[in-house]
Structures are given as structure tokens and as C-alpha cells.
């Protein structure tokens, strides 16, 4: 063969295979991402602001005092002198932290008096303490659901339940946002093989609750089993602060309950409480336990000592609710949109995303820190600024949040 001629092929084959690299790069959808940079050049970022202070009703951003309504704190916790305390002393007598997984080296003795104060406290009969709440959902879905099992789930579930869900080896179903017809129909379409149900008790970006006692009914008619995530309800619903269950008065009914830390419970973390030999189980099968550092002890005495004052403390509770009904009439007053909200999660809808960027930015210039929600986290067209309130707040911090909602509200056009 000519030697020029098998010197253009090669060159050929080579810059084929240097464009066939080109193309499969794993690395090019991020050199093709701009659509952070874009609103980062716009001014209109709202993501990963910094934040110089505890997550108290007021928060510093920027050297300059703002009234936080995008946090989670319901019940004002995370900054309480005896959370901090009982944090503090877990440093100095455990470190910080087990440089271990539960499974072998991580266990200390407050993980597991942790487990049955929880348990206690949630009226089941057994605990299990995760790392974070996101890999409760990962490691119980996924230990619990096999291959010729079903996993069914509200279409706006949170992300930590669709990624469980992924996990598994089970076929997954989702039915239409809290409605108990779509649900039974895939029940009654899945009936004769391993089903469990996985709901929100209180759906993180709408604020409204879940059904649960027709959800019960279904589950019951139907032979499945049923897990609520109540991570949003823990501290929030219930006369006593043990969430959604004991806010229908349900909680000898349900099977599981999955609650997290970085709420009510003033730290980060999460568990699962339920039936003492499906707990075993899964303490013995969930990947996300096993494989995982053991939860630091300083989160796990803060959340202790966060469980004793909401048993203490109920008052917290009745002003977290009176903080919430004042913010829903004074929005709906307003004429804001705030969908099907019944919680200290007030969703305020305004449809595009380029709107709700430009709003929670001229809110920030007000002195208001609020959240923004848009697609996919939301329905496309259902753009939102979420907003949640703390026991803490006071009528004068609510007030100035209303009065900046009506300025930016009548600039955007949205009231």
C-alpha cells in the first residue's frame, strides 16, 4: 500500500476518533451549561446566597440584617441555648465524629438511646438513626422493595423518595398529586404483588397535607404498606408535634414514619421508626445506613435535646400556628395565588421563572430573605417564591415580610 495513502488514513481514523471524543466528552454538558451564569450576570441568582449568622427569624447577608422566611426552623430551634448545649458537650466527650459506619465502629451509646427516645416520642415501636434524612428515603425504599414488588408514590413526592425509588428493583408508579382515585386505580391495577405506598405528610414546596386516612383506606383495601415522609411535619402537625399521623390520629395505623433533623429538629440528619422486626430489617439490608459515616455527635445530642423541649415547650407549636394563619390571611388579603397551603409553608405562585428570579431579588433589596421554586422542582408555568415561618418570628418581622410582598408584588404585576 502507498505509504501516503496509509498516512491519510491514519490521520483520518485519528481525527475521527479525536471528534468521536469530542462528542461522547462526559464533560461537555458542563462546558455547556450557562444558564446560572446567565442569571449570575443578570443579578437575578438566587442560589447558594451566604449567609453570615445563625438561622434565627433575622439572618445576616452581606454585613446587612434580613428577615428570613426561607428556612425550615418551624419551631426556632437550631439556635436554642440548650441545643447548642447539649451539642457542645457531646464534642467534648465523644469528638466529632465516629469515623465509622453504624453497621461496624459508629455506634455510640447516645445513637442508641437517640433510637428509643424517638421511638418513644413517635409511638412506634422501634427507631433508626440516618446520616441525613435524604438517604432515609434511599436506604428504606431501596432495602424494602425488590424486584417483583411495586413502589407507588404522589407525583410531587420529594426527590429523596423518587431517587429511593430508583434504587430499587421494583417497578415504580406514581399517581396524580393527592388524588386517592388515581391511586386506588394503580393499586387495584398492581393487586396480588409486593406494594408499598410512599407519600409526603406535608409536600415541601405547596404546603398542603396529604389524605391520609383515604390513603390509609386504600393501602388497607389493597394489601400495601404505607410509609410517610414526614419530614415537614415533625414539629409542625399534631397537638404534640408527632406530625401528620397524629394530626388524623392515625399513628397506630401507619406502618412507617421517616422524619429528618434539619427541620423542626434543629440539627442535620434523619430516621425511620416503625415495626421492631422491619426496623431490624433494615438496619441489616439498607445500603445508605450500612455504607455511611455514622452521624456525628454533636447532631445527635441536639436533636435529643430538641425532641425534649417540643415535649416541653408546646406553646412553640401553638405560636408556630398562629404565626401561619396570620401570613395566609395577610397574603390572600393581598391577592396573592398561594395554591392549596394550610401549613407554615406558604407557596407564593407567580408562574414564570424569570419572574419569580426578578421577585425574590427585589424582595432581598426589601430586607426579606425568601426561597424560589421553578421547574423541574415545580410544574412548568407554576413558578414560585416559597416562603416558611418560625415560631420565633415576630408580628412585627411578619408585617414588614407583607408590606415588602405588596411593594414587589405591585411592581411585578402579580397582585
Not at 425550615?72 to 447548642?84: E, F, I, Q
Request: aromatic share 6%; charged share 25%; net charge neutral.
Amino acid at each position: 500500500m502507498d505509504s501516503r495513502l496509509v498516512q491519510d488514513t491514519s490521520m483520518a481514523m485519528n481525527q475521527k476518533t479525536e471528534n468521536r471524543r469530542q462528542v461522547t466528552d462526559i464533560f461537555e454538558k458542563c462546558f455547556k451549561f450557562n444558564a446560572a451564569k446567565e442569571l449570575q450576570k443578570a443579578g437575578v441568582y438566587p442560589f447558594f446566597r451566604v449567609i453570615e449568622s445563625a438561622q434565627d427569624p433575622e439572618v445576616i447577608i452581606n454585613g446587612r440584617k434580613m428577615i428570613m422566611v426561607g428556612s425550615n426552623n418551624y419551631l426556632g430551634l437550631t439556635n436554642h441555648p440548650k441545643v447548642k448545649e447539649a451539642a457542645i458537650e457531646a464534642v467534648k466527650k465523644y469528638g466529632t465524629g465516629c469515623a465509622g459506619s453504624r453497621f461496624l465502629n459508629g455506634t455510640l451509646d447516645i445513637h442508641v438511646k437517640l433510637e428509643e427516645k424517638l421511638a418513644r416520642f413517635m409511638r412506634k415501636e422501634a427507631a433508626l438513626v440516618f446520616s441525613t434524612g435524604f438517604q432515609v428515603n434511599l436506604g428504606v425504599i431501596s432495602a424494602l422493595v425488590g424486584k417483583d414488588d411495586a413502589v407507588i408514590i404522589d407525583k410531587m413526592d420529594h426527590a429523596s423518595i423518587v431517587d429511593g425509588c430508583r434504587l430499587s428493583y421494583g417497578e415504580v408508579k406514581r399517581f396524580k398529586h393527592n388524588d386517592i382515585s388515581d391511586l386506588e386505580r394503580i393499586l387495584k391495577e398492581n393487586n396480588g404483588r409486593g406494594k408499598l405506598v410512599v407519600v409526603d405528610g406535608v409536600f415541601s414546596m405547596e404546603g398542603d397535607v396529604i389524605n391520609l386516612p383515604e390513603v390509609l383506606k386504600m393501602t388497607k383495601k389493597y394489601g400495601a404498606r404505607l410509609l410517610v415522609d414526614d419530614a415537614h411535619g415533625i414539629g409542625v402537625l399534631g397537638k404534640t408535634g408527632r406530625g401528620t399521623a397524629e394530626h388524623f390520629g392515625l399513628e397506630n395505623e401507619v406502618d412507617l414514619i421517616m422524619g429528618t433533623y434539619s427541620k423542626s429538629l434543629a440539627s442535620i440528619g434523619g430516621f425511620i421508626a416503625g415495626n421492631a422486626d422491619v426496623i431490624h430489617y433494615i438496619k441489616h439490608f439498607a445500603r445508605a445506613l450500612i455504607f455511611s459515616a455514622s452521624p456525628p455527635p454533636a447532631s445527635i445530642a441536639a436533636v435529643s435535646a430538641a425532641v425534649d423541649i417540643i415535649e416541653n415547650e408546646p406553646e412553640r407549636i401553638e405560636r408556630l400556628w398562629k404565626n401561619t394563619q396570620k401570613m395566609l390571611k395577610g397574603f390572600k388579603e393581598l391577592g396573592f395565588d398561594l395554591g392549596p397551603s394550610e401549613t407554615p409553608i406558604i407557596p407564593i405562585i407567580v408562574g414564570e421563572d424569570e419572574t419569580a428570579f426578578k421577585s425574590v431579588m427585589m424582595l432581598q433589596e426589601e430586607g426579606v430573605f425568601a426561597n424560589v421554586a421553578v421547574s423541574p422542582a415545580v410544574p412548568p408555568g407554576k413558578a414560585l417564591i416559597r416562603t416558611s415561618y418560625m415560631a420565633t418570628h415576630t408580628d412585627e418581622h411578619l408585617d414588614k415580610v407583607l408590606e415588602a410582598f405588596k411593594k414587589v408584588g405591585k411592581a411585578m404585576g402579580l397582585i
